[in-house]
């Protein structure tokens, strides 16, 4: 106990001394603190007793981990998460420092982590997590992991910790089929989508072709949730054999957002058993606010700029199909540092064809002319090309300076493109957030 | 890029899609894409059809593609060549142009040796072998070939060596290329290409694309190939871009 004791003054003065230095997120003091008691996460978690919920899978962990976070709270839990998104061991440790007592023990109800694959199961070979919520597979900062197979393994492993419940997408055969390794007397439920709109799963969907066979899904028996939309932003969540939960309003748009809302309400309805209430529910979701760069809106001299992070060809895809159907003004930019997958032939997997009647204004970042080649090849006109961001953002707002625009963006250009506009517009501040969506 | 000519049609070219749903990653079907668009825009008519394991071999194609896929893509689809190996090969030494990517690449070849050391055979048609390995060569390539400067993104842990007297495909400016040591990158035999690079390879090196299109409409038509003038400013600058960068010349 002194050891942990100490770790937490150790890991707090890390922090002070970080911040001190303009660090925002880093992993440094809970590096600090494992240091000195490399026990800290296990000790920190011992007083949480109604769950330790791991959230992770490659597309929606952010805005998913919100929403779940929201839904708990909604219902009276006291919820302690990585909110920085600082997605690995040493970064949650960090994130948890500031408001941890000195008896290093978290004062919460319930923990909601979001964890990229890997690290999900590194954390869980310290703490075993009492649920996980595996939201999907797909291609995506391919440097790191290589393959989706790969990435499938991570989860599938991870799957097979859990000590009391597993939440799985019954629609997605990377993730669904792990079921098979979920031990006994261990809950399995499943979310996915409706059949009213099963036919937008090619869309959002790898293709698993480690099988010979078609990928059948499971039953989805008891406490499964399906997603049924009425419009971009409003939904009900199907409940066979249950009550439905609905209508649903989201804040933010698009099939991607109202999917993650399903996999967080279903997840909340494993952990909070009798005491979930339906239309706390459906209040709480209507409350989230989307995350920084998932459609987030900036008031451009009295015109919206809609923030648009584009990382994997499923993401993009989703993306373009929300937004590209009220056709504006769009900027597109594209840079490869690491964070952003230094391989651009994702885009080549994307199709750009919603785009091709209102064309794009504008490609920008490091890798502005393949975006532009690769418009070309779907007969997308490009108005300007310019790799420069802050000029190209310039020529772009002054070209359509009184009409709606939208500015879809890589992780890194994200970043710097929001950096000049917080500058110049009124936007609410923002710590470091994680590369992950 | 000019529009696609209004006049009639210098003939049909086939284009044969191997395995699209197995082997086809990291925007491999860009390639088949922009073949699609630039046999459109050279004044030909595209033809593009996926040949999937199982189904009859379409003999009648006049340039075939192949990318890269998850081992476990590759899996599924040896057994369809080796049924499919003697048209294969036939086709390769009558002069069909083809272009095999990364793990399609490596079937093309003698064989493959697992980490294990287990020896898969290929289909021989390029005199290569590709050991296992346990490092991942990942990164931008640049290459010098014979359609001058080729830029790409390559991602394979097979290590490949040629055989004697096998011609590269390029010599590798920036990156690891086969193997990481000697410099070679791909192979080449008559009319067939191999190479490990994505990016997609053809839409940023258009005079590759053009080269096998090239190739493609002889064998269609039986008369010499009739491009017409396309302007590849857009490609050109990615692609010169890319090669600036990565060896270190001031733009
Ligand atoms: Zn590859």
Sequence with gaps: MLRTTAA????KAARAASRVRGGGGSAFPGLVAERVDPRFLEHALADVREGVVVVTGTNGKTTTTRMLVALLRAHGKRVLTNPTGSNFTRG?????????PLSGRARADIAVLELDEAHALKFAEV????????LNVARDQLDRFAEIDHTARLLERLAGQATEGVVLNIDDPYVARSREVIP???????FGLDASIAHRLPEILETDVRFAEEYAPPESGDGAGFLRPRDEREFDIVVPGGEDIGPVALQQRGLAAMINATAATTTARMVLGDAFSPGTAA???AQVRPPFGRGEVVDVDGQPLELVLVKNPAGFTVALSTYGSEPVATMIAINDDYADGRDVSWLYDVSFESL??????????IRAYDMALRLQYDDVPVDAIEPALVPALDRFISAHRDEPKRLFCTYTAMMSLRRTLAARYDLPEFGEEAADA | MPEIPQSESKGTIRVVHLYPREMSIYGDLGNTRCLEKRIQRHGYTAEVVGHNPGEPFPEDGHLFVGGGGQDSGQVRVEDDLERNADIIRSLASDGTPMLMICGMYQLFGNAFITVEGNRLPGLGILDVTTQGNAKRMIGPVVLETVVGKVVGYENHSGSTTLGHGQEPFGTVLHGFGNNG???TEGARTGNVFGSYLHGPILPANPGLADLLIGLAATRATGRPFEPEPLTDGVADEARGRQVRRLLGIAS
């Design chain 1, 283 to 285: 209040r709480a979701l």
């Design chain 1, 92 to 100: 949650v440790i960090s994130s948890m420092l500031k408001d941890l």
């Design chain 1, 8 to 11: 937490v003054i150790a890991g």
């Design chain 2, 181 to 183: 040591t000697d410099r």
């Design chain 1, 356 to 365: 091709r009647g209102r064309g794009v204004a504008m490609t920008s970042g």
């Design chain 1, 184 to 190: 006994e007397g261990v809950t399995v439920r499943y």
């Design chain 1, 127 to 134: 703490v075993a997590p009492s649920h996980a919520l595996l």
